[in-house]
């Protein structure tokens, strides 16, 4: 094949990969077969083998690139990575909301959606192009694991449209993998992780992205760090925009009107945890309105503008 046909071809399998790959591992409805996945895929190697200029960062076959690190780079996170605020009850709910419509004086709108039990990290996208990942780290300065979330599949390698922007969102460990993980340690003599959250730390920390990439992490994206210049002014927009620029978000999330609404909604979650296939810890509540937010700022660790309703501890049967 010359290289004008070869170039033609590589960018037709990069975008067809690009799709199965988002169909798959994002919106859970494959339309072609594991197969003729990774036919494509060899097609696509041969052809970067016999021109390596078409072995681009975000090319399919580079998400298991990188070689064995010797350690893990620093980085420091533009925007702080911040921790949530607690709520145990509905008075903590309560109280919480009547801070906020105190501060803004006003109606006041929330997004609720899922606390999942996993670890968070920075995406930094430039153009379009996945180039950096990192763990939360202290808030301030985390760990660059770039090549290991290169690894899991629902994190695009390039977004739907050449947007700049770091997301944030939460890698996870789905229950079950973790109970298949467990036992092929337990086969293997090795200690067993003690819950999928240990598991997904454990296994997004790896310095081989070889063993990262057999993890079968997942994550779920649910804010972007700066939304200068988007246009986008309430946290319900943020997260439509991430999910049609290719990012998986979790669809349990709801806007509601008022704390009652909040606390219902709450009761109705909280019912579903056992049925989810993944760990959750509590629930996130924020104010949807961008100016609001604004308004109420942050304390020294915490938005005042969001809270995490906690769960009350599983009780651990012996
Ligand atoms: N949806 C969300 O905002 C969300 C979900 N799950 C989490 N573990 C966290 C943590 C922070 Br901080 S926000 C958030």
């Known amino acids: 094949m010359d290289k004008q046909s070869a170039q033609e071809r590589a960018h037709a ?3 067809l990969l690009n799709t199965y790959n988002y169909e798959y591992y994002i919106l859970d409805q494959p339309s072609v077969s594991d197969a003729e996945y990774d036919r494509l895929i060899q097609e696509l190697s041969k052809l970067e083998e016999e021109y390596p200029e078409l072995k681009t960062p975000d090319s399919p076959t580079q998400r298991v690139g990188g070689g ?9 996170h533009r925007t702080p990575m911040l921790s949530l605020g607690n709520a145990f009850n509905d008075q ?17 709108q929330y997004v609720v959606e899922l606390k999942i039990d996993g670890l968070a990290v ?71 992780f003690a819950n ?4 997904a730390a454990g296994s997004i920390r790896q310095l081989d992205p070889k063993i990262a990439a057999k993890r079968n992490l997942d994550i779920f994206v649910y804010s972007i760090a700066d939304l200068g210049g988007t246009g986008i002014d309430r946290h319900s927009e943020a997260l439509d925009f991430l999910e049609k620029e290719g990012f998986k978000t979790n669809k349990e999330r709801r806007k509601c009107e008022s704390i009652d609404e909040v606390i219902t909604l709450i009761e109705n979650l909280q019912e579903k945890r056992a049925s989810l296939p ?11 309105s961008l100016a ?10 915490s938005p005042r503008w969001a809270v995490a309703y906690k769960f009350p501890a599983e009780e651990v049967t012996t």
């Open 196 to 199: 999928p959250r240990n598991a």
């Open 68 to 76: 064995v690190l010797e350690s893990f780079q620093k980085v420091e």
């Open 292 to 301: 609001q937010q604004d308004e109420l700022g942050f304390t020294a660790k």
């Open 278 to 288: 993944y760990d959750i810890d509590g629930i996130v509540i924020k104010v949807d």
């Open 13 to 15: 399998l990069h975008e």
């Open 122 to 192: 920075s995406l930094r996208y430039e153009n379009g192009l996945f180039i950096q990942g990192a763990t939360r780290g202290d808030g301030t300065t985390g760990e660059d694991i770039t090549e290991n979330l290169k690894t899991v599949r629902s994190i695009p390698l390039r977004l739907k449209t050449d947007v700049s922007l770091e997301a944030r969102g939460e890698v996870f460990m789905p229950k079950a993998s973790f109970e298949r993980l467990n036992e092929l340690r337990l086969q293997l003599e090795e200690e067993p």
């Open 92 to 108: 903590d709910l309560r109280d919480f909301d009547r801070r906020v419509r105190q501060a803004v004086g006003g109606d006041v």
